[in-house]
């Protein structure tokens, strides 16, 4: 069930970078960020990678400057993303629309497509090379705010590979430039989605005020110890694995979704895994898009960040002495704590308390990106083969983080492959309890012997 890439070794032969701006004229002017866009805990480049299969109805045409030529004409509708972000008073972000552009690497490599096997998921070898980060363009502040590496291969497929500052979208916002680009590859004048700008929708009211509990961003006490000896590993959950899980769910939740089965499922064994102290508090922080939650709903161009991260708080004991249905509850319970009204005071508590990073002491979080349509975008060559984030564990800080990504294995079932980032002790850990799960076997979370700090993860 476990699984990982065999290594694959090649060379990437890279052109110099360059940018590339608006094919036209755009507004030079100030656009202000919304207020949970710019708290910290988005205050990171995110890698995002698609591969893409050799098409003969493409023949003799190149992508790279078919996408080259569609993102400068893409960029004329999304500006701001050809800006660069600035400071104000009060760590307030707002994007100066200079119209520079973005970063745009031209690359090709001396590998096939098959080469990289049937199963194309995170950890991809050779990934640094595929999305190489240009010295001095990864900050936050004042620099490109996409980075984009096209890279050919041999068998005529290519990768596109691109790395976003946070700060301006969430999943479904780069999704939606991504298929505008591949519109304007494929001969569209205009996206068929028009982008919405309207920050000011998610901006703190005057005078804010917080009327929810948000618990994600309690100050918690905790050192996070360097990671190294860390493992990346994707784990499959098809058919048979969820309906495996199912079974462990008790009658009242049996209604549960598929995010929030997993979400449970991986909070326990990762908890079990990394050997809290049973009497500390462990979290879970859902990502809960947010844009179906206002009345009206937000505008459908609307592409900047509109989720939130509510969380469970469990002590850790509970957690793993428990049956599968105490964590299950408590994620779902996370999940429906997101109101229009939960949103507008969380845009609040960040002009109050300074933007501030959510807690990532003793906490997991997990992304369900199935639904973004990250593989979608289509240039003219088809949809991506895979088409979501370049690795798991990402973020403020490394290791925190897993994702859902929606996936077909080679025996061509669709299903959902999760990367996780853990130090090699605990991932052995967490794939006997997993394993233990699937199997139906008795649990009692008592794990194994470890070494290792609870509050570094």
């Known amino acids: 069930?476990?699984?990982?890439?065999?290594?694959?070794?090649?060379?990437?032969?890279?052109?110099?970078?360059?940018?590339?701006?608006?094919?036209?004229?755009?507004?030079?002017?100030?656009?202000?960020?919304?207020?949970?866009?710019?708290?910290?805990?988005?205050?990171?480049?995110?890698?995002?990678?698609?591969?893409?299969?050799?098409?003969?109805?493409?023949?003799?045409?190149?992508?790279?400057?078919?996408i080259r030529e569609a993102l400068a004409q893409t960029l004329v509708f999304y500006y701001p993303f050809a800006g660069r972000l600035r400071e104000g008073p009060h760590r307030k972000l707002m994007v100066d629309c200079t119209g520079?552009?973005?970063?745009?690497?031209?690359?090709?490599?001396?590998?096939?497509?098959?080469?990289?096997?049937?199963?194309?998921?995170?950890?991809?070898?050779?990934?640094?090379?595929?999305?190489?980060?240009?010295?001095?363009?990864?900050?936050?502040?004042?620099?490109?705010?996409?980075?984009?590496?096209?890279?050919?291969?041999?068998c005529g497929g290519f990768i596109f590979a691109l790395r976003l500052n946070h700060t301006m979208s969430d999943a479904a916002g780069l999704s939606q430039f991504m298929y505008a680009v591949g519109e304007m590859a494929r001969g569209w004048l205009v996206p068929s989605i028009p982008p919405v700008w309207e920050r000011h929708l998610l901006a703190a009211r005057d005078p804010p005020r917080v009327t929810c509990k948000h618990r994600e961003y309690d100050q918690v006490e905790g050192t996070i110890v360097p990671y190294n000896d860390m493992v990346h590993r994707s784990f499959f959950f098809g058919p048979t694995q969820v309906s495996a899980l199912r079974k462990l769910v008790p009658q009242h939740l049996s209604k549960c979704s598929t995010f929030e089965l997993l979400t449970a499922c991986l909070w326990r064994c990762r908890t079990i895994a990394i050997q809290a102290n049973p009497e500390e508090e462990v979290r879970i922080i859902c990502i809960v898009n947010a844009r179906s939650k206002f009345n009206p709903p937000l505008p459908s161009g609307y592409y900047g960040n509109a989720f939130a991260f509510p969380v469970a708080v469990a002590q850790a004991g509970k957690l793993c002495q428990n049956p599968l249905g105490y964590s299950l509850e408590l994620v779902k319970q996370a999940k429906n704590d997101v109101t229009e009204e939960y949103m507008k005071s969380l845009a609040d508590l960040m002009v109050i308390k300074g933007r501030p990073h959510f807690t990532v002491v003793r906490s997991y979080l997990v992304s369900d990106v199935t639904r973004a349509g990250f593989g979608d975008a289509d240039f003219g060559w088809g949809k991506a083969v895979y088409g979501g984030p370049a690795k798991g564990g990402v973020g403020a800080i490394p290791g925190v983080a897993s994702f859902l990504i929606p996936f077909k294995n080679k025996k061509g079932e669709a299903g959902i492959v999760l990367p996780i980032t853990l130090p090699a002790q605990a991932m052995e850990i967490f794939v006997k309890e997993l394993d233990a799960m699937l199997q139906g076997r008795p649990i009692d979370g008592s794990g194994r012997k470890s070494s290792f700090i609870s509050s570094s993860l």
Not at 101 to 113: I, Q, S
């Open 1 to 66: 069930m476990a699984t990982s890439s065999t290594p694959l070794v090649f060379k990437v032969h890279r052109r110099e970078p360059e940018l590339i701006a608006p094919a036209k004229p755009t507004p030079r002017e100030y656009k202000l960020l919304s207020d949970i866009d710019d708290q910290e805990g988005l205050r990171f480049q995110i890698p995002v990678i698609q591969f893409y299969r050799y098409n003969p109805s493409m023949q003799g045409k190149d992508p790279v400057r078919v």
């Open 100 to 154: 520079e552009g973005l970063m745009f690497t031209e690359a090709d490599a001396d590998v096939t497509l098959e080469q990289f096997g049937d199963a194309l998921q995170p950890p991809f070898p050779c990934l640094e090379e595929l999305i190489y980060d240009v010295p001095g363009s990864d900050g936050v502040l004042n620099s490109p705010l996409i980075l984009i590496q096209v890279t050919r291969l041999k």
